[in-house]
């Protein structure tokens, strides 16, 4: 992720031309995801698949915030808002009715407790969770099941992702990542082991 040193914002008037009025917010980072940099070639599982490589990495390394029996809980790597969780089963599965009782249980249970950090670490006023099964639906990834949890907060929507497609995120996804490993309960001083 780029810091705000990197994103540089250009009067209009520097532009030739009439000048429209309005500023140009560069943000060259997000090139990688507009390619697809990440997104695995195939359905298949193994290193191609992100969510399957993520659990293979240190917690740092792959934003892991905490990781359960069946299931861990990762930072989405480009994030609607700060705090943007998703809670993946290890095991490469596209779909929710595949999943093994084990599995719904410690998803749904990683679910609720991710919930419970980020409203202690971030005071969010809402949150929105879902799972985009399929393209069609707005999966990315469409082949590893992952639930999103957003965090949202009052006036959030901003007119830069309505007008300019863009989102305004005011902290690192390592700093975050470290405070809600931090924050979860159970892993005091484990937080970042392997």
């Known amino acids: 992720m780029a810091s705000s040193d990197d994103v540089e914002v250009e ?16 943000t060259p980072h997000r090139m990688v995801y507009i390619g697809g940099q990440d997104k695995p070639a195939d359905d298949a599982p193994g290193d191609g698949c992100p969510f399957c490589r993520i659990p293979t990495l240190p917690d740092e ?3 892991v915030v905490h990781r359960g ?3 861990y809980v990762v930072m989405n790597l480009y994030p609607y808002n700060s705090g943007h969780l998703l809670v993946c089963p290890y095991r490469h599965v596209a779909d ?3 999943l093994t009782p084990p599995e ?14 980020v409203r202690q670490v971030m005071a969010p006023d809402g949150f929105n969770l879902g799972m985009n099964q399929g393209q069609v639906a707005g999966a990315g ?33 390592g700093d975050t990542r470290a405070a809600l490993a931090g924050a979860w309960p159970g892993d005091e001083g484990t937080a970042d082991a392997c």
């Open 141 to 173: 990834i469409q082949a590893h099941l992952h639930q999103h949890v957003v965090p949202r907060w009052g006036g959030d929507a901003n007119f830069l992702p309505i007008v300019a497609r863009t989102r305004a995120l005011p902290a690192l996804l």
């Open 96 to 98: 929710y009715t595949e």
């Open 61 to 63: 390394q792959g934003l």
């Open 104 to 117: 719904v249980a410690e998803v749904a249970a990683l679910t609720r407790t991710a919930m419970g950090v």
């Open 69 to 71: 029996e069946v299931a």
């Open 11 to 26: 009067p209009a008037a520097a532009f030739a031309g009439e000048p429209d009025g309005l500023d140009r917010l560069w």
